[in-house]
């Protein structure tokens, strides 16, 4: 009887450092890693770490997770293809739009909340705190009104224009615009105009349901000194923002079909990928430039690299590309039984550049 040997894919040395770079993420403090990564004609998935604390069960290679503020580009998509239909300028104000919303509405611009340069408070920094208030208001519905409510109230950091400052009460009023020029709401076109088109099956906008479909890890949070299994929420409090929950397959696929012309016209993709100038740009881990909904990033060989990283309770993650589309990465991790400090940080950065640059 003859045995059959079934040829195992040979691991290559780029696969080898991106392994050893998810491996240093757990180490530093990561629950458990997936990191995708496509160079060439090369592409490949790598896990480490484990799905659930006080188990061995792996991490899923198609694990989905909370995509966090990486939904921004979903947006922004939505937002410039209403621009290219005529139904959104992105110089109008606020105040011709949602008039009363703001009460600085006239001085802010569409395009002044796509790029982060409205100057608008951040409602998330009154009440987005670690430990017992998460615990406390985990499953609580927020409305977006009273959430931009909150901004409202607070004077303005600066003079619209004038500085970059990530705040997510921009998007919060981008959702509002979404329903006022189209009578529907920012998750029923994301389905129809980025969602389907692109069949991204396994991405979902989960409004108010608190679970990650499986297959899931499982993500947590130091409270008073011990981890704590955050991975159930209710995500309004992120909304238009960043409630989107996906995969890296699915993150690939959409930012390949961004870059590969599927869902926006030229004018409009140029808008979007023009950057801020980088003295503009502070406090934005590898971010060198914001365009609308998207960063531009640095790395270490000057790739024209394009992306966006994300964080929200139990999970992080940071997807890009680079404009050609030969060089793409998408890294999703949990937050483990360890804080996750600048030497972790500095890992996911040193790690992005092993996937691209190696």
Not at 49 to 67: H, K, Q
Not at 247 to 275: H, I, Q, S, V, Y
Request: charged residues 25%; glycine residues 10%; contains cysteine.
């Amino acid at each position: 009887m003859t045995q059959t040997t079934i040829a195992r894919p040979e691991v290559t040395a780029l696969q080898q450092a991106v392994q050893g770079a998810a491996d240093r993420l757990v180490e530093l403090g990561a629950g458990g890693v997936q990191f995708r990564v496509t160079r060439g004609e090369e592409s490949f998935v790598v896990t480490s770490g484990i799905a659930e604390l006080g188990t061995d069960r792996p991490v899923p290679e198609d694990g989905r997770f909370r995509i966090s503020c990486i939904t921004k580009p979903f947006v922004a998509v939505v937002v410039l293809q209403l621009v290219a239909e005529g139904k959104i300028d992105l110089d109008r104000t606020v105040e011709s739009y949602l008039p009363g919303l703001l009460p600085y509405g006239d001085r802010i611009t569409v395009r002044n909340l796509m790029q982060h340069t409205s100057g608008l408070y951040n409602y998330m920094d009154s009440f987005q705190k670690p430990g017992d208030r998460f615990l406390r208001d985990r499953y609580k519905h927020y409305e977006p009104e009273d959430l931009i409510a909150i901004a409202a109230a607070k004077p303005l950091e600066f003079e619209p224009g004038t500085k970059f400052m990530y705040c997510n009460t921009n998007y919060f009023i981008i959702g509002l615009l979404i329903k006022l020029v189209t009578g529907r709401s920012y998750r029923e076109e994301i389905t129809e105009r980025v969602l389907e088109p692109l069949s991204l099956t396994e991405t979902v906008l989960p409004g108010d349901d608190p679970n990650v479909p499986e297959p899931h890890a499982r993500g947590y949070m130091q409270i008073g000194g011990e981890p704590v299994d955050v991975t159930l929420m209710n995500p309004s409090e992120a909304g238009c923002a960043g409630e989107i929950i996906s995969t890296t397959k699915d993150l690939d696929t959409f930012f390949a079909g961004l870059f590969g012309g599927k869902l926006l016209n030229e004018p409009e993709f140029r808008e979007m990928t023009t950057p801020l100038p980088p003295e503009m740009i502070e406090n934005l881990p590898m971010g060198i430039g914001y365009g609308l909904g998207i960063m531009k990033l640095e790395n270490d060989k000057g790739l024209d690299l394009w992306g966006h990283g994300a964080g929200i309770p139990g999970y992080a993650t940071l997807a890009a590309t680079t404009r050609d589309l030969n060089a793409r990465v998408q890294l999703s991790f949990t937050i483990g039984d360890k804080d996750f400090g600048h030497d972790a940080e500095q890992a996911v950065i040193r790690g992005v550049n092993t996937a691209l640059c190696f």
